[in-house]
């Protein structure tokens, strides 16, 4: 079954509110990335978060690593317009051969203006 | 510098024909990646290469799919005989190795089975 799943699925946001978007993993991970698609777009690489506990932002977005390395999380405030798009965690399962990600469902956020 | 490129960018095939897309990675990538997104999904795992070493292949979803990598640069998908559950959005990626994972992914590729 899958390894990594993300929550929820679909976010529908107020323009200007804050979300939070959930990743978590079956399986102890290596590390976490972060990818952004846009609509009719490919992803783009976001961030990668290597240690447990990691936290690191990017302007509005704040990324977060679990102590346990199993889950991973996404907070971004203040949301625009310019976030719409589809947020896909990927993990390197400890256990994987090679650096062989293993991507999420992706959370799709639609931004009411 | 050039990043990840796919051709072609559109392909509409009929129902049983075969269909090759191309991947041409970024220039020193070691690793290179296929996936396949179906409308509004996520990203399928399709195949992987690394270096010499032998791909992947636990993501090919029928022996009708394949991939091969010629001297650790350009990859060609071949699917023979298309249903129309394939057609979906082909996306290639390549990264290289060392401290950073991060894959670079092409435009991909849009086929359509009629």
């Known amino acids: 079954g899958q390894q990594v799943m993300q929550i929820p699925q679909y976010q529908h946001v107020q323009e200007g509110e804050d979300f939070t978007t959930y990743c978590n993993s079956s399986?102890?991970?290596?590390?976490i990335q972060w990818y952004k698609q846009r609509p009719g777009g490919h992803p783009v690489f976001l961030i990668q978060?290597?240690?447990?506990?990691e936290v690191k932002k990017q302007k509005r977005l704040t990324f977060q690593f679990g102590e346990a390395k199993k889950n991973s999380s996404l907070h971004i405030t203040a949301t625009q317009t310019t976030d719409v798009g589809t947020y896909f965690c990927?993990?390197?399962?400890?256990?994987?051969?090679?650096?062989?990600?293993?991507f999420g469902g992706g959370t799709r956020v639609l931004v009411k203006p | 510098g050039a990043g990840v490129s796919q051709s072609p960018s559109n392909k509409v095939t009929e129902k049983g024909k075969d269909v090759e897309l191309r991947c041409d990675p970024i220039?020193?990538?070691?690793?290179l990646y296929w996936y396949r997104q179906s409308l509004g999904q996520g990203l399928e795992f399709l195949i992987y290469?690394?270096?010499?070493?032998?791909?992947?292949k636990s993501g090919l979803p029928s022996d009708r799919f394949s991939a091969e990598r010629t001297g650790g640069s350009v990859s060609t998908l071949t699917i023979q005989r298309t249903q129309q559950e394939d057609s979906a959005v082909y996306l290639c990626?390549?990264?290289?190795?060392?401290?950073?994972?991060?894959?670079?992914f092409g435009p991909g590729t849009r086929l359509t089975v009629t």
């Open positions: 990927a993990g390197v399962l400890i256990k994987a051969a090679g650096n062989k990600l293993t």
């Open positions: 978060l290597v240690k447990s506990g």
């Open positions: 220039s020193g990538h070691t690793a």
């Open positions: 290469f690394q270096g010499n070493s032998a791909p992947d």
């Open positions: 399986t102890t991970l290596s590390n």
């Open positions: 990626a390549s990264s290289t190795q060392g401290r950073s994972y991060e894959q670079y």
